[in-house]
């Protein structure tokens, strides 16, 4: 059995873990990145926003990752319940808050890979590609001059599938929604489930898609198409489970005039052309993101139902914001009381109105009832017809004005503040 002794120990090499391995590195701190980074090719791509680019810009691995994304220039929302209040279509154009995009989508699994060999060549990073076990036991808790062995000057234990132990003064849990590191400091979860399912894959398309990401508001769900480089597009359809699993059961030319026929010819003629992964709609909150000498980021702390490209979003902006409240005291330690004191009043607001935004959004339509139709088509008419309305949504939702994280500021905002 060996110790080893870091200033920071990430567990999971989630993006969500390989970016905050990334970040506590290039600050300079001693860090560990415990566990295999393997992500599976299930069709599954995440829309990164305009502040987790920047994001992937400071940690210097956008380049690597910028060729194999394509960017959203515009975000159509399609009214396809065939309500009474039948709300108008509506264009998000990300030039109107002066963007070039809003976001870029790149597959999971490549932006995992990219993530990977970055964390590879970067200096004063370790990989140990071993599970974790959790948590060290109190008696393997080191305080030196501390009793209790949590103290400020502590530092606390993690404990590997082969025996070995790591020791750090923060450590921060990325290891994903059934995080064993959670469970063990004893911290609360909240599950829910939707009566939906969501079906992944990716498809290539005759017509060009222009850029545009279109989500069609359907009764069951959005059916949403997200574009790749070329002339293809990510499918996220979220739809009854029943009609999910029989999509999923359909050879790939059934499956594919399925998709055509439900995004109205938009893109004509469609080919599948990757796996297909079929995702149960769920949800979990945490009570706290922290513990003593712990951190909790990424789909440790939150889970959302994939509507509205917020899950990965805010899961950097956790590891942005862990990352501000590490270094803003000029602290030796990262895991020092006041700096996860900082950081859990900074994940507190922003889960809790992007979780409930979502809830929101995806129960109005679920409801199919005449109220919930009224308001959800009353605002979406408020939304085409208002542009100052519409430009501070797209502002808020894409680049919030309020605890933006550093390294989550545009290039030229960052550069004023260093
Ligand atoms: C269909 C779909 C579409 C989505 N689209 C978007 C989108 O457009 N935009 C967006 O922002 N988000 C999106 N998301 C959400 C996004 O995919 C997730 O938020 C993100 O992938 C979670 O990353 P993570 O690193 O937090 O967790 P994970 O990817 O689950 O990583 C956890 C890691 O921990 C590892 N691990 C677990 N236990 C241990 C252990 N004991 N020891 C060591 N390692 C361990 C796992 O192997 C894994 O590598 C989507 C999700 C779905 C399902």
């Keep these: 059995m060996t110790d080893r002794t870091f200033d920071v120990v990430v567990v999971g090499a989630g993006a969500a873990g390989l970016s905050a391995a990334l970040a506590f590195a290039r600050e300079g701190f001693s860090t560990a990145l415990v566990g295999e980074a393997r992500a599976a090719r299930d069709g599954r791509t995440v829309a990164l926003l305009d502040g987790s680019v920047s994001f992937f810009e400071a940690l210097g691995v956008w380049d690597a990752i910028a060729p194999e994304a394509a960017p959203l220039e515009t975000m159509r929302l399609v009214d396809a319940t065939d309500n009474l209040f039948r709300a108008p279509t509506v264009d998000f154009k990300a030039p109107e808050i002066d963007l070039d995009a809003f976001g870029w989508n790149v597959e999971n699994a490549t932006l995992v890979a990219r993530l990977t060999e970055a964390v590879g060549e970067t200096?004063?990073?370790?990989?140990?590609?071993?599970?974790?076990?959790?948590?060290?036991?109190?008696?393997?808790?080191?305080?030196?001059?501390?009793?209790?062995?949590?103290?400020?000057?502590?530092?606390?234990?993690?404990?590997?599938?082969?025996?070995?132990?790591?020791?750090?003064?923060?450590?921060?849990?990325?290891?994903?929604?059934?995080?064993?590191?959670?469970?063990?400091?004893?911290?609360?979860?909240?599950?829910?489930?939707?009566?939906?399912?969501?079906?992944?894959?990716?498809?290539?398309?005759e017509r060009d898609h222009r850029d545009?990401?279109?989500?069609?508001?359907?009764?069951?769900?959005?059916?949403?198409?997200?574009?790749?480089?070329?002339?293809?597009?990510?499918?996220?359809?979220?739809?009854a489970p029943e009609k999910a699993e029989a999509l999923a059961a359909l050879?790939?030319?059934?499956?594919?005039?399925?998709?055509?026929?439900?995004?109205?010819?938009?893109?004509?003629?469609?080919?599948?052309?990757?796996?297909?992964?079929?995702v149960p709609m769920t949800g979990m909150s945490v009570a706290r993101y922290t513990a003593d000498r712990l951190a909790l980021v990424g789909e440790t702390a939150h889970v959302f139902p994939p509507i509205g490209a917020q899950g990965l979003n805010l899961g950097l902006r956790d590891v942005a914001s862990l990352r501000d409240a590490a270094v803003a005291r000029g602290t030796e330690d990262p895991g020092?009381?006041?700096?996860?004191?900082?950081?859990?009043?900074?994940?507190?607001?922003?889960v809790r109105t992007r979780t409930m935004g979502v809830d929101m959004l995806n129960r109005t339509l679920l409801a199919g009832i005449l109220p919930a139709d009224f308001l959800r088509g009353a605002g979406l008419h408020a939304l085409s017809a208002v542009g100052p309305?519409?430009?501070?949504?797209?502002?808020?939702?894409?680049?919030?004005?309020?605890?933006?994280?550093?390294?989550?500021?545009?290039?030229?905002?960052?550069?004023v503040a260093f």
Excluded: C, N
């Design 251 to 278: 050879d790939d030319a059934a499956l594919a005039r399925a998709v055509e026929r439900q995004a109205r010819s938009l893109l004509g003629g469609m080919r599948v052309e990757g796996p297909r992964g079929v």
């Design 336 to 350: 020092a009381r006041a700096a996860l004191s900082a950081y859990e009043r900074s994940r507190a607001l922003d």
């Design 389 to 415: 309305l519409r430009r501070l949504l797209m502002r808020e939702g894409v680049t919030p004005t309020i605890g933006t994280p550093q390294l989550m500021r545009r290039r030229e905002a960052r550069a």
């Design 212 to 239: 545009v990401s279109s989500e069609f508001h359907t009764r069951h769900g959005p059916f949403t198409l997200v574009p790749l480089p070329g002339r293809r597009s990510s499918l996220v359809w979220v739809t």
């Design 123 to 205: 200096p004063g990073l370790t990989h140990i590609p071993v599970a974790s076990e959790g948590l060290g036991g109190t008696q393997e808790v080191i305080a030196p001059g501390e009793e209790a062995g949590l103290g400020e000057s502590g530092r606390r234990a993690v404990r590997l599938a082969d025996g070995s132990v790591l020791l750090a003064s923060l450590i921060v849990a990325a290891d994903g929604r059934g995080s064993k590191l959670r469970e063990d400091a004893g911290i609360r979860t909240r599950t829910w489930a939707y009566p939906q399912k969501a079906l992944t894959t990716i498809l290539a398309h």
